[in-house]
């Protein structure tokens, strides 16, 4: 049951946050995105080597990036296109659909490593890579980019 018991604290601990977020939803997805770099930080410590392969982790991690990615798109309503220093591009507001189903393809590819968790070093390599080139291709369109 200790799977079960990991996959409802990592929920209850993203609900506790999302309740601690201030009002705005600029905010809220700025912390969202936060959360989803520490959990995919954690996972690149242990494929670089820098901590040792822990598969409850790895499943906790993909876990916040599923319950985020659900989310996270909902955090951009009309009228958030600036303020609180976002870095949302305006394309979001223009192509919302394709928006949606980039932060879908990242939560399904999170939900794909927690159905079938890698049970090594090896296996958290091969799955991280496909995974994390969604945060760029996502990024890439509609996040701008901090100048100087
Ligand atoms: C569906 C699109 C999308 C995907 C997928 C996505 N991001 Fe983001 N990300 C954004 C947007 C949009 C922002 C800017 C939000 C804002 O400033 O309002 C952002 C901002 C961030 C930030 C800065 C948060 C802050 O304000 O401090 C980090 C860190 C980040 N993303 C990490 C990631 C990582 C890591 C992944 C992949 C595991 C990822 N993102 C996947 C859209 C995405």
Not at 6 to 19: D, E, Q
């Amino acid at each position: 049951m200790k799977f079960r018991t990991l996959i409802t604290a990592a929920t209850f601990g993203l609900t506790a946050v999302a309740a601690a977020y201030a009002a705005e939803p600029q905010e809220m997805r700025q912390e969202m995105m936060k959360h989803v770099g520490g959990a995919t930080g954690a996972m690149a410590k242990m494929v670089k080597g820098e901590d040792d392969f822990d598969q409850a982790k790895v499943i906790e991690a993909l876990t916040t990036i599923s319950k985020t990615m659900a989310e996270f798109p909902a955090q951009f309503p009309e009228g958030t296109e600036t303020g609180m220093e976002t870095e949302a591009a305006p394309a979001i507001w223009e192509n919302k659909a394709d928006f949606e189903a980039k932060a879908i393809a990242l939560k399904d590819a999170a939900d794909a490593g927690i159905a079938s968790p890698p049970s090594d070093v090896d296996g958290l390599k091969a799955m991280f890579g496909p995974l994390t080139k969604n945060c760029g291709s996502c990024h890439e369109t509609y996040r701008l980019k901090k100048e100087g």
